[in-house]
């Protein structure tokens, strides 16, 4: 199953991508981002080498992996963004009504999973004109590990804000690296990760 890390952000430069690998690199063994990524693409791929080298999964731990990230990256207006939210809305409404009816006997409706703006969120939305989106599959150990990190640490370094659709949860960037650790790492791995020095970048 598909899920997305969308970032809202104005700071998307290829200088960051340096810094992106090294910041990876304090969490995991990332042995490079490829040279044909780039934040000027509209449409492309992040792929990633890395080593595992964790007790699980123990037949990964001597071999060169390799992720391969669908990436997008659109200009962001937070009117047209909240316009959309609410057609989906009453698409999914409208849907779940109808699905309703072909049934005789009645049932609980259930509940429409749609995308809610707190007044917190929406605030620093409208600060942001770009968005950047990672796609991996939520299934995958690695993709959900790598894909998780890497927003995270993207949405840090350019003092964004992220959305994570696969838990509908909203992030911004003080608070992303360190609760997206805490998903990621186990109790005993955990102190090894959430006490790293914040990379300061200008913005």
């Not at 969490?27 to 595992?52: A, M, T, Y």
């Not at 071999?63 to 937070?78: A, Q, V």
């Not at 959305?163 to 909203?170: G, L, P, S």
Request: net charge positive; proline share 2%; glycine share 2%.
């Amino acid at each position: 199953m598909s899920a997305y890390i969308h970032i809202y952000t104005n700071a998307l430069t290829d200088d960051l991508i340096p810094t992106i690998l090294k910041r990876l690199n304090e969490h995991e063994s990332v042995l490079d981002i490829n040279s044909s990524f780039s934040f000027r693409n509209s449409n492309g791929n992040l792929p990633i080498v890395f080593k595992w080298e964790k007790p699980s999964l123990e037949i990964f731990n001597e071999n060169n992996l390799k992720l391969n990230f669908s990436t997008s990256i659109k200009p962001f207006d937070l009117k047209e963004y909240k316009k959309k939210l609410f057609k989906d809305k009453i698409i999914k409404q409208s849907f779940i009504q109808k699905l309703t009816t072909l049934f005789k006997k009645k049932k609980k409706k259930k509940a429409v999973k749609t995308i809610k703006l707190s007044a917190e969120i929406e605030a620093q939305l409208q600060n942001y004109n770009k968005v950047f989106s990672i796609k991996y599959h939520a299934g995958d150990v690695f993709e959900n590990h790598f894909g998780t990190l890497i927003g995270a640490i993207i949405t840090e370094l350019t003092k964004g804000v992220c959305h994570f659709t696969q838990d509908n949860v909203w992030y911004d960037s003080k608070n992303v690296l360190r609760e997206s650790l805490v998903n990621l790492y186990t109790l005993e791995e955990l102190p090894n990760h959430i006490n790293k020095n914040v990379v300061a970048v200008a913005s």
